[in-house]
């Protein structure tokens, strides 16, 4: 999971505009959503999406967005990506 985390970053940021599509795979998208799961309110909002593997869009962007405050560097950059998978999936749904 740090391995994809780490290469979609670096992929993305040696990108001036970097494409929607350019997102961590949905495996690992759930298995950020499994590290950040908790009792808090964004927490099992994750917990939800970990364990139905659908949620609400928004109501995933605001509890990763909501983690990001507490967590960890490397933390903070496995949820920016799990907001970067979020918002592919909405592009992809929209271009559909």
């Not at 795979?25 to 950040?36: K, M, P, T, Y």
């Not at 405050?69 to 592009?91: D, K």
Request: glycine residues 8%; contains cysteine; neutral net charge.
């Amino acid at each position: 999971m740090a391995a994809e985390v780490s290469t979609v970053l670096e992929r993305r940021g040696a990108l001036k505009h970097p494409p929607a599509s350019l997102a961590v795979s949905d495996a690992v998208a759930l298995g950020i959503a499994g590290l950040f799961r908790s009792e808090t309110a964004s927490g099992r909002v994750l917990a939800r999406f970990y364990r139905n593997g659908s949620i609400d869009s928004a109501d995933l962007l605001e509890a990763a967005r909501s983690e990001q405050g507490f967590a960890s560097p490397e933390g903070h950059a496995a949820l920016y990506c799990l907001i970067g998978w979020v918002h592919s999936r909405v592009h992809h749904e929209r271009s559909s």
